[in-house]
């Protein structure tokens, strides 16, 4: 079986600070991902020797901006650390995925972010069935969690966007449930899945910004190789 970890990145349609929205999978054989799992672990613990490594996150903005448990990190660590995440996909048993949205060529009747996300979703879906067909394998999708105590709006949305694209298919899915959905801290899948999707959606914003930062550009061609980028339009 392949787990996708899935995340996203970016902003939504009335946001101008960036005009790309991404979402981005991991797929790991399930075979694997104990190993990937001890691997976060360890370069956690390296990064912050703290912390227990459920206690935060991998996250690329927070990396690269010295945010949160990254803190007490000056640039030349986090710089780094950057370049040991992206070797770490890179050396993985692992493929990359991601669709990357630009909001300003969006139709018209694109009108909200749930219309947004199910577009870059099911984008994405088809390529995760594609995958799945090539090496003929059941799979499973995880996302990062949204529901709380009080409230379970967005996660909802993302299940009846899934069963939306089922109700369009034409054949049968490989995939064996709906998504499930987990804490980011928890999961090495997704904290990699958000690594790569602020990866994604910061080179291509700095390219139009003709502005460099030689640790973001060195992991993102890392892991060049072994993504599949997919763009809308």
């Given at each position: 079986?392949?787990l996708f970890y899935i995340d996203e990145s970016g902003t939504g349609l009335k946001d101008r600070q960036s005009p790309y929205f991404v979402l981005?999978?991991?797929?790991?054989?399930?075979?694997?991902?104990?190993?990937?799992?001890?691997?976060?672990?360890?370069?956690?613990?390296?990064?912050?020797?703290?912390?227990?490594?459920?206690?935060?996150?991998?996250?690329?903005?927070?990396?690269?901006?010295?945010?949160?448990?990254?803190?007490?990190?000056?640039?030349?660590?986090?710089?780094?650390?950057?370049?040991?995440?992206?070797?770490?996909?890179?050396?993985?048993?692992?493929?990359?995925?991601?669709?990357?949205?630009?909001?300003?060529?969006?139709?018209?009747?694109?009108?909200?972010?749930?219309?947004?996300?199910?577009?870059?979703?099911?984008?994405?879906?088809?390529?995760?069935?594609?995958?799945?067909?090539?090496?003929?394998?059941?799979?499973?999708?995880?996302?990062?969690?949204?529901?709380?105590?009080?409230?379970?709006?967005?996660?909802?949305?993302?299940?009846?966007?899934?069963?939306?694209?089922?109700?369009?298919?034409?054949?049968?899915?490989?995939?064996?449930?709906?998504?499930?959905?987990?804490?980011?801290?928890?999961?090495?899948?997704?904290?990699?899945?958000?690594?790569?999707?602020?990866?994604?959606?910061?080179?291509?914003?700095?390219?139009?910004?003709?502005?460099?930062?030689?640790?973001?550009?060195?992991?993102?061609?890392?892991?060049?190789?072994?993504?599949?980028?997919?763009?809308?339009?």
């Open positions: 079986m392949i981005s999978a991991v797929a790991i054989p399930s075979q694997n991902s104990r190993e990937i799992d001890a691997q976060v672990i360890a370069l956690k613990r390296r990064l912050v020797s703290w912390a227990k490594p459920e206690d935060f996150e991998i996250k690329g903005r927070d990396l690269r901006r010295g945010d949160k448990f990254f803190r007490g990190l000056d640039w030349e660590q986090r710089s780094e650390a950057i370049v040991a995440v992206a070797q770490l996909i890179a050396e993985s048993d692992s493929r990359v995925l991601a669709v990357r949205v630009d909001t300003r060529d969006l139709p018209e009747y694109i009108a909200s972010d749930t219309d947004l996300y199910r577009l870059a979703f099911w984008r994405l879906l088809d390529e995760i069935e594609e995958l799945l067909r090539e090496v003929d394998q059941p799979g499973m999708i995880l996302l990062d969690a949204r529901s709380d105590l009080h409230s379970s709006v967005q996660d909802r949305r993302i299940v009846e966007a899934f069963r939306d694209w089922l109700g369009v298919r034409t054949s049968h899915t490989r995939l064996a449930e709906i998504p499930w959905f987990g804490f980011s801290a928890f999961y090495a899948g997704l904290q990699l899945a958000d690594f790569v999707a602020y990866l994604v959606d910061f080179v291509a914003n700095e390219t139009n910004r003709a502005k460099r930062e030689n640790a973001m550009q060195q992991a993102y061609a890392l892991i060049a190789q072994k993504t599949h980028l997919f763009q809308i339009p």
